[in-house]
């Protein structure tokens, strides 16, 4: 395993143990539920907005460390940014997890940026079955801001 390697895997362990944002919001203006068929992982994930700007988002869940350090590392990067950037950073880890392993993101872009530590799941793109695990809250919050934005 090289270091960065290391380094990445104690991100993802530090942010499933940390879980940022783990817990119920309320008032929220959007909530969604997402599952994991393929292994049994779940979120409910909540949204804030003011204006269009991400006030808070709270979830509860029960998965793996990659899907909760997933959840958790979201939180972190996208409350307080409008719900543009936020569906830039969710679209930027949709093609860093399709490329499988093969897309870097320099961390000083604007993609790089938003996504922040999620850079860290980048080599789970390799690993086709754990693709919907660093995904699941990430759809979570797009399907919610899709539903607030419905309203």
């Known amino acids: 395993m090289s270091a960065l390697d290391g380094l990445y895997q104690d991100i993802i362990l530090d942010q499933a143990r940390q879980r940022v944002g783990e817990g119920e919001i309320d ?18 994930l909540r949204v804030r907005l003011n204006g ?52 870097e993101i320099d961390p000083d872009s604007v993609e790089g940026e938003l996504i922040g530590d999620a850079i860290a799941l980048e080599g789970v793109g390799k690993y086709v079955m754990r693709v919907k695990c660093a995904m699941l809250g990430w759809v979570a919050l797009e399907a919610a801001l899709r539903e607030a934005h419905a309203e």
């Open 27 to 44: 008032p929220f203006d959007a909530e969604h539920f997402e599952k994991n068929p393929s292994c049994g992982d779940e979120i409910r």
């Open 52 to 103: 269009d700007t991400i006030e808070d988002i709270g979830w509860v869940g029960d998965g793996c460390s990659i899907s909760m350090a997933s959840a958790s590392i979201l939180v972190t990067q996208l409350v307080g940014h409008s719900v543009a950037d936020a569906r830039l950073g969710i679209d930027t880890m949709r093609t860093i997890l399709r490329s499988r392993g093969k897309l």
